[in-house]
Structure formats: structure tokens, C-alpha cells
């Protein structure tokens, strides 16, 4: 009797083919999940500056006004005014015992960059990045309070004469609806809340080279300048941004820390005033930056959430922005970070 035998499973070249498939499948799934992935945080992102917003005009409707950029006590054993207003923003984030602790603290809180909390503080981080470590226990901040269009002499110390410009002291005003203890009401901007950017993601180590900035310059193409080598080319700079990443110290107000400028446009290149640690809190460009795809979220001072293109127009880069009263020179991009530049700026719904 004739019997028969039939073999069941897969080849080894049927198995091959299969595998092949499945990995041909899985590469072109890879980049739709990961873009899934990061519209989900990009959004995630922007929902933080919603609930910054209405922090904001909640802090308004008590105080008649934003928070300064940078304030709080001065004198001896204090936060020295270099006291954050995201700290100040914290009663109306849900945040009244981190508030209480350093608000009552001796000094209120005393040097802010000291000041240690447990964890961190969710609606401050954008989860496109990775938090690193603290920095004497301090938590991290990915959000910077706009200061307009020009660079900020911060808080009252005068550059060298050589790097003085005319008016320097008028700076400290600033062109944004933020600066060094200077609460702007909302009247104040009269180029309207829904054209003026109040806060913007701020990750100043987008690109490897921002480890390393520039020195004084007088306006953004000279900034741009300073930038003629790679990183891995450029020694450290001392005591400085390099040393401490911009993302940490939450509760610090200095610029270098808590701020931007519009001048040169998102994710672009920052610079300082000098050699020495102070130097950085004046006289600097500090751009807007963050890990999302061509662009940076936005909030704007109605408490409107916007992205905003990295190719924004930024109008004359070698200009020096007039102090008061007249449009910028930056752009569209220079417009939106005034209060009272009287621009005539347009965006795109997104």
C-alpha cells in the first residue's frame, strides 16, 4: 500500500520573504508613529501654555497687571529681584505650597538659583524634551517671558563704555510685555493681545553648537557673525550658559535663564554681552528655541496658544531696534514681540 507524506511549515526562503515583508511594513509604519508621537506632544506642549495663559490673566485680574519677568525683594540675603514671575505665577497654577514655601521663606526664598523642590513642575516642562538633571536641586523650566524686540540692559548694571550704546539705560524697559520688575497692563499693549507674544518655548541647546555663544554684539546679523566654527572647535566658555543649561534654575528671572528677545528668528543663535557671569544678564540676543519640527509653540497675551514658523520673516538682521515708539525692524517676527510698535502683523490660523 502506497502511503503519502505531505510536509507542513514554512521554507527557509519562506521565512526570509515573510521577514522581509514584515520589516518593509514596520519601516514604513516607523516614521508615521514616531510623527504621531510628536504631534501628540507638540500639543501637549501647547496645552501647557493654555494653562499658562490663564494663569497670567488670572495673576492680572488680582494685580492689575502681568508679572515682571524678573523681581521680587532686594538688599542683602534676598532673591536679589532675580526672583522668576513663572515662581509668581505659581498660586494661580495649583501651586500655593511651593508658592507659600518660598514666599514666606527669609528672603523670599533668598539666591533662586538655590532653590530646591520635590519633583518638578509638569506645566512647566514641554515633553518633546528630555528633562536632565537639577541643578542644586532646582527644577527645570521650558518657557521664556518675552522681552520685544531689543536687548535688555538687566537688571541696572551699565556695560564697558567701549560696549555702551546710546539710550542703554531706556533698555531696561524693554519692548515686550515683560522685563526686569515691570508689570505691563494689558492697555499698555496697544498692538493688540492677540498679536503680541507673551511666552515661547525656550531650549537654547537646539543645535550642538549653542553650548557655546557668541560675545557682544550690536545686532543680529553681528551675533550671527560669532558663529564661524563648529562646537567641537570653540573652547568653553567660563562660567557661564554653557555650564549651566538654560532649561534649568526654573525660579531664576535672568534672561540668560528666563527670557527671549524677537529679534533673530526661532531656533537660531544667542549671544551675551562679555566674559563675565553678570555680563549675561544684559546687553543680549536670546532666541526663542525649541526640539519640535521647524518651529516653536507660541502663547500669545490673549491666551491664544500658536506655532510659529522658524522661517517667520525677520526683517533687517544688521538693524539696532529704536527704543520707543516705532516698528520694528525684525519682521513680523520683531512685531509680535512688541507691545505698542504699532505693526501691522498677520498670521495664518493654525
Known sequence: MKSSFRRSGFTLVELLVVMAIIAALMALLLPAVQSARETSRRTACRNNLHQIGIALHNYHDTHACFPPSSGGTG???????????????LPQLEKDIIWERIHKAPGQGGDPSTIAI??????FLCPTLTVGDKVNGTGHRHYAFNLGDLQPSYPAQEPPASNRSPGLAELRRTRGPFGFQRCVKIKEITDGTGMTIAVSERHQRFRPSEDYWSTYSSSPAT?????????????????????????????VGHPIWGSF??????NNLSCYSGDSFADRNFGIWVTASSRHSSGVNVLMCDGAARFIN?????????????????????????????????????????
Open 75 to 89: 538688599g542683602s540675603g534676598t532673591n536679589g529681584n532675580a526672583l522668576s514671575g513663572f515662581v509668581m505665577l
Open 118 to 123: 520635590n519633583g518638578e513642575i509638569d506645566v
Open 223 to 251: 551675533c550671527t557673525m560669532g558663529w564661524v566654527a563648529p562646537a567641537s572647535q570653540l573652547g568653553p566658555v567660563p562660567d557661564g550658559p554653557s555650564l549651566i543649561p538654560s532649561d534649568s534654575l526654573f525660579a
Open 261 to 266: 528677545t524677537t529679534a533673530m528668528p526661532p
Open 310 to 350: 522658524e522661517s517667520i520673516f525677520a526683517g533687517d538682521q544688521t538693524a539696532t531696534a529704536a527704543i520707543t515708539g516705532e516698528e520694528s525692524p525684525y519682521g513680523i517676527w520683531g512685531g509680535l514681540g512688541t507691545i505698542a510698535g504699532r505693526e501691522e502683523v498677520a498670521l495664518e490660523a493654525n
